[in-house]
């Protein structure tokens, strides 16, 4: 990069902006990130995978309200489904996912509903979501488990005030 | 320019003929997976493979792993040694080198064929695999590290004979390559070594698959870097000189390598950003980290287009795009590679979206990552290494290509193939389709990916015609071609020299002690976190 000459001046022109954009991008990002309140799985503590189905917060998996508006379920992923594999709530209601999996790795996404967790054996996962429109959603395992993998589906049905 | 010596070339040649077997087999089930999206169940008639999961693991593990892999240890110290003009520092380690990663494919191989590894290339415990699959990939891994080992002896044989020289870009950054590949896959060596091998062959009772994941990753990250920087070598040092043109800036292409080496691994969470396990804190790191390597991204575009534009104005192009049109495209080795970095744009793009901590919940584990990658690996990485065979295997053959005019229908197919067949795959994913998933045979298909779903399908056909087009093309260059091959591309001169760069870049040790505190600051302590409480009780699993 000697100064002075043509080239040199290409690439400073070239170099500021290449600094700028994702500098740029990173602000946007974590102004999204935190003002939109965008939420990430994090570390939500252990169970152990080989008495998780028997003791513990997973022994039950279920659909319980904790406030007006605001259900927690409770589940748990095995090949190749989800428990509870149905999940009823009125349209408006907040819930509070708690998962993990019994064996393998499985996954976790509500489509269009930005709910996408991995589900590691061992692992408690956290996500949440609010569900605004009524009707019925799969709930799909992303991640390859097995032979019956492309069978391992649950769903939300969200439905709508009478 | 000295050639490398017929041991050499004999050597690459050897790396790059099983690069090819993995390939062909890569495509053919890849042809297999497309057709069942589109609706075409094949796997109840097909020999050998015995589902689509089967399928899918072969596809991945041939083609991601394995063509790439060899095709770079036969392409990169070829380059090193003709670039240096000195023999290989030991031609015996090399050729060891060679038998023990095509020991460890082939270790690896009986259980992957025989439906004992049906894990994907990603391998994630608790799935189970054969313990000679792991073994069998861990020897490919031990090679790549002989490689570096015999291109940094080579290197300092060259440093003793050319003291105070710039070591030649080619050179510089084949090295630059390897080491950075040799720190990064640090982490899936752990992963093998300490977890899957002692629990694949028993002598472990459970496994953990956070660990895990976090070390495959460590890995999985960098290792698109070590496919991608050989085709940056060809695009920077090969591609100017191809299209008629010089090399932009030395330095500056010198600056964007060492930035590689530096910023490659410490981003890895970004792949985990849906994990359970890991602090969001430190998933933010890594999303900072990971927008840093977009810097040296940018450069390269810059420098490679710049040079490109060198070539074509020199050939008569005018104006500030229309010069595009003027570069030799009827040259199948250029018009390839120019394709590439064309869909390694979008490529690029798509890669920001995925490592932005927020959009990344919209895309991950659905079928816009297929998209994404098979522009990346299966097109700017594939892509251009198909481009630098067309030169390659002639001159190793003394035979010249069979047909230009195929290889240039190759090329454009390809392209026009993958651009169907991406753009759908990135289509579906946003509407929440799943990746590696037999789709048609769903429970939860949707109305709305059915319609899109035969054009995965046609442009998987596409794909496949178009690789059995570069196959028939290379099998009639050995088979049938008598006319002498043409001079192997020489490297592009530099419009700014070598000379012009801060003598700094031409240091190894601190750019090799900053990568190493990055990645101890980023992995730290995650890493130590995970060591002191993982209790590794999860037990394996054969579920397929």
């Known amino acids: ?51 998780v189905g028997q003791t513990g917060p997973f022994a039950e998996p279920g659909v319980v309200q904790i406030a007006p508006g605001q259900y927690e379920v409770r589940m748990t992923a095995q090949i190749w489904s989800f428990a509870p594999g149905e999940i009823r709530v009125p349209v408006g ?17 509500i489509p269009r509903h930005i709910v996408n967790v991995m589900l590691l054996p061992g692992q408690v996962a956290h996500a949440q979501v609010r569900f605004d429109e009524p009707g019925e959603f799969p709930i799909i395992c992303h991640e390859y488990c097995g032979i019956a993998h492309h069978t391992m589906a649950g769903k939300v049905i969200v439905e709508p005030r009478r | 320019m000295s050639s490398p010596t017929s041991s050499e070339q004999r050597l690459t040649a050897a790396f790059l003929i099983v690069a090819h077997v993995a390939l062909f087999g890569g495509v053919v089930t890849g042809l297999f997976q497309s057709l069942e999206h589109a609706g075409v169940n094949v796997y109840p008639s097909t020999p050998l493979v015995k589902s689509y999961y089967h399928s899918l693991t072969l596809h991945g593990v041939l083609n991601v792993l394995v063509w790439t892999t060899f095709f770079i240890c036969g392409f990169v110290p070829f380059i090193t040694t003709r670039a240096l003009r000195i023999p290989f520092a030991s031609l015996g380690l090399a050729w060891g080198t060679f038998w023990i990663m095509t020991a460890g494919l082939v ?6 064929i025989g439906n004992a590894a049906t894990v994907m290339f990603t391998f994630y415990p608790p799935l189970k695999a054969h313990w000679a699959f792991y073994v069998g990939l861990t ?28 070591t030649p870009l080619p050179a510089f950054m084949s090295l630059v390559t390897f080491a950075m590949w040799t720190i990064a896959s640090l982490g899936i060596a752990a992963e093998m070594l300490l977890m899957l091998i002692p629990w694949s062959l028993g002598l472990m009772s459970g496994t953990d698959p956070l660990l895990a994941r976090v070390l495959f990753w460590f890995t999985g990250h960098p290792i698109v870097y070590f496919w991608l920087l050989p085709a940056y070598i060809s ?57 840093a390597v977009f810097f040296p991204s940018l450069l390269t575009f810059f420098n490679v287009v710049a040079s490109l534009e060198s070539g074509a104005r020199a050939r008569g192009g005018k104006g500030w795009v229309t010069w595009f049109g003027k570069l030799p495209w009827g040259d199948p080795s250029l018009a390839a590679q120019v394709l590439a970095m064309l869909l390694f744009t979008f490529g690029g793009i798509g890669g920001l979206i995925n490592a932005s901590y927020n959009l990344n919940l919209v895309v991950h584990n659905t079928a816009w990552m297929v998209g994404h990658l098979h522009l990346t690996v299966g097109t700017a990485v594939t892509l251009t290494f198909m481009g630098v065979s067309y030169w390659l295997v002639p001159h190793l053959a003394s035979r010249a290509l069979w047909s230009r005019t195929l290889a240039l229908w190759q090329v454009w197919s390809w392209f026009v193939g993958m651009i169907i067949f991406s753009n759908t795959l990135h289509r579906l994913g946003l509407m929440g389709m799943p990746r590696r998933t037999m789709i048609g045979a769903a429970s939860y298909l949707q109305p709305e990916w059915k319609a899109l779903l035969p054009l995965v399908g046609i442009g998987g056909s596409i794909l496949f015609l178009s690789s059995m087009l570069y196959f028939v093309n290379l099998v009639l260059t050995l088979t049938v071609s008598r006319a ?40 730290g302590p995650t890493l130590v976190r995970l060591a002191v409480t993982t209790p590794f009780n999860t037990p394996g699993m054969r579920v397929w």
């Open chain 2, 235 to 291: 695009w920077y040092t090969l591609a100017p000189r191809q299209a008629g043109g010089k090399l932009f800036s030395d330095p500056l292409a010198r600056t964007s390598f060492i930035l590689f080496l530096v910023l490659s691994t410490p981003l890895g969470f970004h792949h985990q950003y849906t994990d359970p396990g890991i602090q969001v804190g430190w998933k933010l790191v890594h999303a900072f980290l990971t927008f």
């Open chain 1, 1 to 51: 990069m000697k100064r002075g000459t043509t080239v040199y001046l290409y690439e400073l022109a070239w170099i500021l902006p290449s600094f700028a954009i994702p500098v740029g991008m990173l602000v946007a990002l974590v102004v999204t990130a935190f003002g939109a309140g965008v939420h990430l799985p994090g570390n939500e503590g252990r169970v152990d995978p080989r008495t």
């Open chain 1, 93 to 109: 209601s907040t819930v509070h996912f708690w998962a993990t999996s019994k064996d393998v790795v499985h996954g976790f996404l």
């Open chain 2, 484 to 523: 002498p091959a043409p001079a192997a591309p020489e490297f592009a001169e530099a419009l700014s020299g070598p000379d012009h760069a801060p003598a700094v870049l031409d240091r190894w040790r601190p750019w090799l002690v900053l990568a190493v505190v990055l990645i101890a600051i980023a992995y």
């Open chain 2, 139 to 166: 020897l490919v891994v031990v090679g790549t590290w002989l490689v570096t080992l015999n291109l940094a002896l080579t290197w300092r044989a060259w440093r003793r004979q050319n003291p105070g020289v710039r």
């Open chain 2, 107 to 112: 270790m690896a191989a009986i259980p992957l």
